[in-house]
T-cell receptor, first 109, second 114 residues
Framework: GQNIDQPTEMTATEGAIVQINCTYQ??????LFWYQQHAGEAPTFLSYNVLDGLEEKGRFSSFLSRSKGYSYLLLKELQMKDSASYLC??????????WGAGTKLIIKP | NAGVTQTPKFRVLKTGQSMTLLCAQDMNHEYMYWYRQDPGMGLRLIHY???????AKGEVPDGYNVSRLKKQNFLLGLESAAPSQTSVYFC?????????????FGPGTRLTVL
């Protein structure tokens, strides 16, 4: 079967750095997405990785290792507005997105 | 440019009632999707469409039907609602088949079935 694992919840302090991990087992791989979802709102796109390595976009970075079936999202200089759920999703061989359950990130002052 | 819109935003149904959720996008996207999101679970695909006039089943299609008569609209129907269909429903669209194509989401419909 297809499976994506993420921690259910993480807590971090304002101004700090946090790393959210995602491991996956899917039938084929055509890329990995990270989305942000604030409570009561729609998911919004953060990043996309298809090749191994690190993609940096401002305070957010995303890393991919295809051989290990592993990705992480790194958030730097945390702000209170970063409190949200972070969803990992993998595009499988049929170009369908398989979604993880999401990681709820709580930022404390 | 409104992106993806959904109506209604909230709805309460009694068991056995029917309803239709409407999704509209103004980005000229080919692909459209209906998901449901339940606590502790990832987004689950109900049905999707790869173009006007086409529909296909996703992971959890039972109890739902869809239609894509116009490219910009994707309708999700519940013929006889059940309490297990209480959920948040999201519509999404993307431009093409490519793995890099980002899905854009509507604001969601919060449905409660009593």
């Amino acid at each position: 079967g297809q499976n994506i694992d993420q921690p259910t919840e993480m807590t971090a302090t304002e101004g700090a750095i946090v790393q959210i991990n995602c491991t996956y087992q899917t039938s084929g791989f055509n890329g990995l997405f990270w989305y942000q979802q604030h409570a009561g709102e729609a998911p919004t796109f953060l990043s996309y990785n298809v090749l191994d390595g690190l993609e940096e976009k401002g305070r957010f970075s995303s890393f991919l290792s295809r051989s290990k079936g592993y990705s992480y999202l790194l958030l730097k200089e945390l702000q209170m507005k970063d409190s949200a759920s972070y969803l990992c999703a993998v595009t499988d061989s049929n170009y369908q997105l398989i979604w993880g359950a999401g990681t709820k990130l709580i930022i404390k002052p | 440019n409104a992106g993806v819109t959904q109506t209604p935003k909230f709805r309460v149904l009694k068991t056995g009632q029917s309803m239709t959720l409407l999704c509209a996008q103004d980005m000229n996207h080919e692909y459209m999707y209906w998901y449901r999101q339940d606590p502790g679970m990832g987004l689950r695909l109900i049905h999707y469409s790869v173009g006007e006039g086409t529909t296909a089943k996703g992971e959890v299609p039972d109890g739902y039907n869809v239609s894509r008569l116009k490219k910009q609209n994707f309708l999700l129907g519940l013929e006889s609602a059940a309490p297990s269909q209480t959920s948040v429903y999201f519509c999404a669209s993307k431009s093409g088949e490519g793995g890099t194509d980002t899905q854009y989401f509507g604001p969601g419909t919060r449905l409660t079935v009593l």
